[in-house]
């Protein structure tokens, strides 16, 4: 239904651009507006523009079918032009026409131009004709309209249908009047308030009433309100059936006593409605009230009459009146003017009789009130008479201020007559004629209350002795609609059959000679189980809850059971009340996978969506495994699987360290199983969550440790405890002790495993300090030793540690020690020569050693080794023969002393370096060079080649000839340092700079130009480009063969590195040319190119075309041209 809030402020700005004298126009339009919407309301339909929304005549079709409750003729729905909305506007007009509304200077085109001021005509006849006033009469609308509202609010003035009611004040005065209590402070409010009376008063109206806010407040107080806007909304509370209409009705029913009267239009036809309102406010009816009711005119001309005595001036005529079609507001206008009519007594009205004479019983006292309608009644003139088969019955009257109290006690069952007089005269309604009934109290009804369900058939049976009983039996259902059923009698029952329509509270009254006996009323529960619903998830997982919900709140007052089963196996549930009224949940835990089934009852009966199924999933067959979920490396992949098996669904993962997502990658590896991977970029502790289906997987979260082995630090310096052979050298029987750093390695724990030629060693990790850790072992025996070091079972970068144990001390024997090297007995002038003094069997002696010269000593340096050794060092002054003496603690060790012969050194500057290899190469590549001796003399040589981080390794071959082969093989791209030296010095260019470059890679070679393009002899470009940037070191090759032979390629380049290659050739007649394009012996991108050249554009045009090449014999014929790059 539509409402109209209150202007905001943006309106308000909107409407006061609006000139003052076309405001009402602006009001109209919103009113009628928000009228036509409340009618259209049913159809779903909702205009914004009265201008534009009534272009195509369908809205106004829609409109005229609500108002006549008809379809008035086809419409055509979506008009594509002029004509077709003239048509849909004509049909609207003529079936407003027919229904008596006569349409004045307003034609089909007004409408469709969208003139708003003859539509707002147009809408205005039908407001009159269907809402105010169903047919004409000679009195206008407005006046009636008005009249009837001054005899509402006879305290307040008012004479028109704007200015009365802008402050809001008579609006909150007729609510009140039509809802007692709902605005009793209406006299207190001020007309300065208007806006906010008007609101407060449009609220109470919608609320208490259901008058639609057809106007807003603003409108409503308003100075520009129009009397049309105005009348509008106020007619919601006078047309048919409105809360007006229904005051006027029951005023009249209270005041005749009555509920027979039903409506203000065909009920007073015949007059004597109107003859008992006039003579109810004391007029004087003749033979009233034996009038004849087929004679209305006559009714209704004496009831006028009558009126016209006590100051009622009629609105209507006789005739009217009595017209079936009389118009509803023309009738509760003159009624309501009875109501401050000038009432005429007579004698026959001096009193009134006011008590109930019906369901008497004998023996009890029925009382009943003369009541004084009159100031000037004499209590002496009264008399009142009771009358029964046995003849006059005794009656006390008492009388009061206003009135007498008369009691009397019935003593037979039968009929009585009761007949009061005033100064002779037989009061109106006398004489009063009732009925005393027996004791009822042997009927009995003998169905219980109960519950039924809807459209159930249910026996309502009562006991009575006699047929003649008069049983009426009735329900009242929810609605409060009250309808008697038939009874039938036998067998001293009376029974009758009741069915339900609706759910709720149905009470059956049962009544006996017109008296309600003692066991009546009995109450139905009615309910219906297919207005409860069952609803719920339709999967569920093993272990958790799953909640089912039972909507009954529509159903009735019942009980809900539920069940649940799992291949045919009830399994356990709780049915549980909620917060909510009307609603219950089904509960339980499922132990197992598969489907189940929830049942649910109310009352027995099985409800809308019962039974429901569930399947129940076990995540538990989701299987996560892999190495990645508990540890991993710092930048090492770490991955993996989730294997959901048939569950279906989805499989989230997210990897977090510190508060971050780390990004993960998965990929399949099967219909069911699928593989993350992740990479940490640092060591900690990082948490995983698998989720299927947004719920975690049993498990997850998981927390991998991340270790860091790089990070694992070693503090004990090893350098003086390492022997020649990089062997860490053991104290036989003393405990050796390592100490790490692993405050950067990431959780984890660090283990060792010492394995000796026999066995494992037992081995201790100790934790000195928190971020430390310490192992430490003890060797027993001679040999090699291997040290491993895990950190998190994850062996280190420098795990194992070779190491060697002498085993235990020998005793000194200087006969065991071995004097060792070619310096003991070889050397070359100035030239460091060596020996080695190995007392590893001779126990822990001490060496000393003297070298003799012919002229003097040479000083020989003695640096310690491992294993009690010694190496010795000298350089030979002179050439000659020398003598080496060796002594081990004093004891001159055999075969000493050694005669030493000193020669002259070696000639470095005679050392010749050549080969290809100095040119350079690519990584990977094997580079050769040739190191020529013969000139001079000997000497040692030594070769070594170092890039900017890594060294390229250097095999030296001896040819016995005094030339040496050398083979390098650099492992990265960059200029490289060779280094050869003879007998310690440099020879000739070295250090040598070798280029190294990447290997090559013809994909990335690009050759282009006009000279690899078909064309024309005459014309033709024969060059083109190789581009070979990017594409490592290599060997340029190009060849091209002509339709006879090959010919000589032209290169130029700008510059000697320049990478880019310019190629040009010479092509004399036509054919096909291909062209050969190699890197390092390679074939680059599009090599070969078939290059065809014509003599004329129509064999060039064709040949492209068709895309058709020539077939060219092949040449032995091979002119190429080469470059290194």
Not at 48 to 68: P, R
Not at 469 to 475: A, C, K, Q
Not at 795 to 809: K, N, Q, R, T, V
Not at 1025 to 1040: K, M
Request: net charge negative.
């Amino acid at each position: 239904m539509s409402t109209v809030e209150p202007a905001s402020p943006s309106q308000e700005k909107e409407l006061s651009k609006v000139s003052p004298e076309n405001r009402w126009v602006e009001i109209q339009r919103k009113t009628f507006t928000n009228w036509i919407n409340e009618q259209l309301s049913v159809s779903g339909r909702v205009i914004q523009d009265i201008e534009k929304d009534f272009c195509d005549g369908v809205t106004l079709v829609a409109l005229v079918e609500s108002l006549q409750f008809k379809k008035i003729g086809k419409v055509i729905p979506n008009p594509t032009g002029r004509i077709q909305m003239i048509q849909n506007v004509a049909l609207a007009c003529k079936a407003i026409m027919e229904d008596n509304v006569r349409l004045v200077n307003i034609g089909n085109e007004d409408i469709v131009n969208g003139n708003v001021k003859l539509i707002l005509g147009l809408l205005w006849h039908l407001i009159v004709r269907y809402q105010i006033s169903s047919r004409k009469t000679k009195v206008p609308p407005k006046k009636l309209m008005i009249n009837w509202f001054r005899l509402i609010l006879p305290e307040l003035e008012i004479s028109n249908f704007t200015s009365d009611w802008s402050t809001g004040i008579p609006l909150h005065a007729l609510i009140d009047h039509l809802r007692p209590g709902t605005s009793p402070n209406w006299r207190e409010l001020h007309a300065k308030n208007a806006v906010e009376n008007c609101r407060t008063a449009i609220l109470l109206a919608k609320e208490h009433l259901n008058i639609p806010r057809v106007i807003s407040p603003e409108d409503f107080a308003s100075e520009a309100l129009d009397e049309l806007s105005a009348m509008t909304y106020l007619s919601y509370f006078v047309r048919s059936e409105s809360p007006g209409y229904y005051d006027t009705l029951n005023w009249v029913c209270k005041q005749l006593r009555t509920t027979q009267i039903t409506n203000l239009t065909t009920d007073w036809n015949d007059g004597y409605n109107l003859c008992s309102i006039v003579s109810s406010m004391g007029g004087v009816i003749p033979d009233w009230p034996n009038i004849d009711r087929e004679d209305k005119m006559k009714n209704v001309q004496m009831a006028i009459d009558a009126g016209k005595r006590m100051g009622v001036d009629p609105i209507l005529s006789a005739s009217e009146l009595s017209d079936p079609s009389v118009d509803h507001l023309s009738v509760m206008t003159y009624l309501n003017r009875f109501r401050y009519a000038t009432p005429v007594k007579s004698d026959n009205e001096k009193l009134s009789i006011q008590g109930d004479f019906d369901n008497h019983l004998t023996g009890v006292q029925i009382h009943f009130k003369l009541v004084m309608e009159d100031k000037d009644v004499q209590k002496e003139l009264t008399s009142v008479q009771i009358k029964s088969a046995k003849g006059n019955q005794r009656c006390d009257v008492s009388w009061k201020d206003k009135y007498a109290d008369c009691r009397f006690t019935p003593a037979d069952p039968g009929s009585y007559t009761l007949n009061v007089l005033y100064n002779g005269t037989p009061l109106a309604g006398c004489p009063v004629t009732f009925s005393v009934k027996a004791d009822l109290s042997k009927v009995k009804l003998r169905t219980q209350s109960s519950s039924c369900m809807v459209g159930s058939s249910n026996d309502i049976e009562v006991l009575s002795e006699s047929e003649s009983n008069e049983v009426l039996i009735e329900y009242c259902s929810p609605n409060e609609e009250v309808k008697s059923l038939t009874t039938l009698y036998e067998n001293g029952v009376f029974s009758a059959i009741f069915r339900p329509k609706s759910v709720g509270l149905w009470i059956v009254h049962v009544f006996c000679q017109g008296e309600e006996i003692s066991s009546s009323p009995i109450s139905f529960d009615v309910y219906d189980p297919q207005k409860a619903w069952l609803s719920g998830p339709q999967k569920g997982i093993v272990g958790e809850e799953v909640v089912f919900t039972v909507n009954y709140s529509e159903a009735g007052i019942g009980d809900i059971e539920g069940a649940v089963r799992n291949v045919g196996k009830e399994i356990a549930c709780e049915v549980n009340e909620t917060e909510y009224n009307g609603i219950k949940t089904i509960e339980f835990v499922p132990q197992n996978s598969g489907m189940f089934f929830v049942y649910c009852k109310f009352n027995n009966t099985e409800i809308t969506g019962s039974p429901k199924s569930i399947d129940v999933v076990d995540p538990g067959q989701i299987v996560v495994t892999g190495e990645g979920l508990t540890r991993g490396l710092r930048g090492k992949e770490c991955t993996f699987q989730v294997n959901i098996g048939d569950l279906g669904g989805n499989i989230s993962v997210t990897v977090e360290n510190e508060g971050k997502e780390v990004d993960t990658s998965w990929r399949e590896a099967g219909s069911s199983t699928y593989i993350f991977s992740y990479v940490p970029s640092n060591a900690g502790t990082f948490k995983i969550n698998v989720n299927w289906d947004e719920r975690a997987v049993p498990g997850s979260p998981f927390y991998a440790k991340i270790t860091d082995r790089s990070r694992v630090t070693l503090i004990t310096d090893l350098a003086d405890l390492m022997d020649e052979n990089e062997h860490l050298v053991l104290d036989c029987g003393k405990e050796t002790q390592l100490l790490y750093d692993i405050s950067a390695a990431g959780p984890g724990r660090m283990t060792a495993t010492v394995l000796s030629p026999r066995g494992k060693l037992k081995v201790e990790t100790r934790k000195p300090k928190k971020e430390e850790m310490e192992i430490a072992f003890t060797a027993v025996e001679e040999g090699d030793h291997y040290i491993h070091v895990y950190w998190s079972d994850v062996p280190l970068d420098s795990s194992p540690i070779l190491a060697y144990c002498p085993g235990p001390p020998l005793p000194v024997d200087h006969t065991k020690v071995v004097i060792e090297g070619k310096g003991k007995e070889k050397a070359r002038a100035l030239v460091p020569a060596e020996f080695l003094i190995n007392g590893r069997f001779a126990g822990p002696g001490t060496p000393r050693v003297l070298l003799k010269g012919v002229k003097k000593d040479v000083h020989v340096n003695i640096t310690p080794m491992k294993y009690d050794r010694y190496k010795c060092t000298y350089s030979a002054p002179n050439p000659g023969a020398y003598v080496l003496y060796v002594y081990w603690s004093e004891q001159l060790v055999p075969k000493c002393p050694y005669k030493i012969t000193a020669s002259n050194k070696g000639a470095s500057g005679k050392v010749k370096v050549t080969g290809q290899g100095l040119k350079g190469g690519y990584v990977g590549q094997e580079l050769h060079l040739d190191v020529d001796t013969t000139e001079a003399g000997f000497g040692e040589i030594k070769v070594s080649c170092h890039g900017e981080l890594r060294e390229a390794r250097c095999d030296v071959f001896d040819q016995r000839n005094g030339i040496y082969k050398v083979h390098m093989y650099p492992r990265e791209a960059c200029r490289h340092r060779l280094e050869i030296t003879y007998d310690h010095e440099h020879v000739p260019g070295s250090p040598f700079k070798i280029p190294v470059g990447e290997p090559p890679d013809p994909r990335k070679v690009r050759v282009y130009g006009p000279g690899v393009q078909d064309g024309l002899i005459q014309t033709f470009e024969s060059k083109f480009l190789v581009e070979t940037s990017g594409a490592g070191a290599g060997q340029l090759a190009v060849r091209i063969r002509g339709p006879r032979s090959a010919f000589k390629v032209n290169i130029q380049r700008e510059e000697e590195n320049d990478r880019t290659v310019l190629c040009s050739y010479s092509p004399e007649e036509p054919g096909k040319y291909v062209i050969n394009v190699k890197w390092s012996g390679r074939h680059v991108r599009g090599s070969p190119f078939n290059v065809q050249l014509f003599e004329s554009q129509a064999e060039l045009d064709n040949y492209l075309g068709n895309k058709k090449g020539f077939f060219v014999e092949k040449t032995k014929a091979n002119m190429q041209w080469r470059a290194e790059i």
